[in-house]
């Protein structure tokens, strides 16, 4: 299992894009979702699920996620989650 070490982030507010950012929970605290959408009756269980998915698969089960999304698309978003993850786990100070 990986764990976030640090907060990260990745993405930006532009239109078509989402601004993730990712900070360590307490442990056993589970993965906590701060959404931030024009859609969020449409898509925003869409949108939490992913989050969630990727996370598990990338091993992590305690996260801080914020989402600030403009329109995303799902390759985008899990794109953008995935280097979050990459950096948040990363030693301090690496990229």
Partial sequence: MKSITHVAQAGTVESSD????????????????????????QYGAQIRELIRQTLTAHGIADAVVQ?????????????RLITAIERACAPEGGN
Avoid: C, R, V
């Fill in 18 to 41: 989402i601004l993730i950012n990712l900070a360590p929970a307490q442990p056993q605290s589970g993965i906590q979702i701060e959404l931030a959408t024009p859609t969020p009756k």
């Fill in 67 to 79: 989402a600030t999304d403009k329109g995303a698309l799902d390759y985008t978003i899990k794109a």
